[in-house]
């Protein structure tokens, strides 16, 4: 018998069943019980059926790699019931331009007709990894004001 495509019950249904209570939730009472999730295929780490990646059949995910460059997952949708075979890992060398990550991970998630809802999410991701990844400026000395100015102008 040939697998099938379509998954023996609907996304709707589990994400109903697991959405108070899975492996990726993070429940925070302080900040007023806000919810975010540890999914890698969740683009904006919330907690919602639409970013929801071990959930829904279409999810990307994005990752820092090594030497600064960004590694870009997909959920294939053939391979739903087999979960070591149902992503497809990309990774962009830190060498490219991130313009160039942009388009390419725009063109991957929207062009195809993939899941184009989460285009602004995913370039948004892989700009937040770019810069994570930067080495942060060093702070200029600051410059002696007023009073302070006018006694070390005097002194010199």
Do not use: C
């Amino acid at each position: 018998m040939a697998p099938t495509s379509s998954p023996l019950v609907s996304a709707d249904l589990v994400w109903e069943i697991v959405r108070s209570n899975n492996a990726y939730l993070v429940k925070r009472k302080e900040s007023g019980g806000i919810q975010f999730s540890r999914d890698p295929l969740n683009l904006t780490n919330k907690h919602a059926r639409k970013y929801a990646g071990f959930v829904n059949d279409k999810a990307v995910g994005v990752q820092p790699a090594e030497k600064g460059g960004v590694k870009v997952i997909s959920k294939k949708e053939s391979a739903v019931q087999q979960p070591a075979k149902s992503t497809n890992e990309v990774t962009h060398r830190g060498g490219q331009s991130t313009r160039k990550i942009y388009k390419i991970v725009a063109s991957q998630t929207a062009k195809s007709g993939y899941r184009p809802d989460l285009r602004e999410a995913a370039v948004a991701r892989v700009s937040a990894v770019r810069k994570s990844q930067k080495d942060p400026k060093p702070t200029p000395e600051s410059k002696p004001r007023g009073a302070k100015a006018k006694k070390i102008a005097a002194a010199s």
